[in-house]
């Protein structure tokens, strides 16, 4: 606290300006600052955590969706070909720009003589992003 001389009288700085001390019990302390600062920051990085995982279960769906529709197409490709090779294996790689994405697909004629029309096509599509398995059974005379 400063004091000043005036008048003859020694004064504080708050005597002369009128301004007055905060009455006891008004305002906060430190200590509940610093709680409510706690709190607050709790709450903010709870909200971003949850904003992170919602940022990351988006990507990973698109990616899941991105191979889903490879697959699909691909697959519509091999029952389109009606041409099953020798080993029964097919293999390729899809175009740019999405030469990361494999797949193998293996294609296997029904033994029953009743049923040999019948084939069933095993579809792995692979890429960075994770692998995605197709199977369905179709008529092929």
Do not use: C
Not at 38 to 48: A, D, E, N, P, Q
Not at 70 to 82: C, H, L, Q
């Amino acid at each position: 606290m400063t004091y000043l001389l005036y008048d003859g009288r020694i004064v504080t700085v708050n005597q002369l300006t009128g301004a007055r001390r905060p009455a006891p019990g008004n305002g906060m302390t430190l200590l509940e600052v610093i709680i409510a600062m706690v709190i607050v920051s709790i709450g903010v990085l709870t909200v971003l955590q949850s904003q992170a995982e919602t940022h990351r279960l988006v990507a990973r769906t698109q990616s899941h969706e991105r191979l889903a529709v490879f697959a699909e197409g691909i697959m519509e490709k091999v029952i389109a070909s009606k041409q099953i090779p020798p080993d029964g294996r097919m293999k390729g790689s899809v175009q740019p720009p999405n030469e990361d994405v494999t797949w193998t697909a293996e294609i296997k004629r029904n033994s029953k003589p009743d049923t040999s029309a019948l084939v069933r096509i095993d579809l792995t599509v692979i890429s960075r992003d994770g692998v995605m398995s197709l199977s369905t059974e179709r008529y092929w005379p």
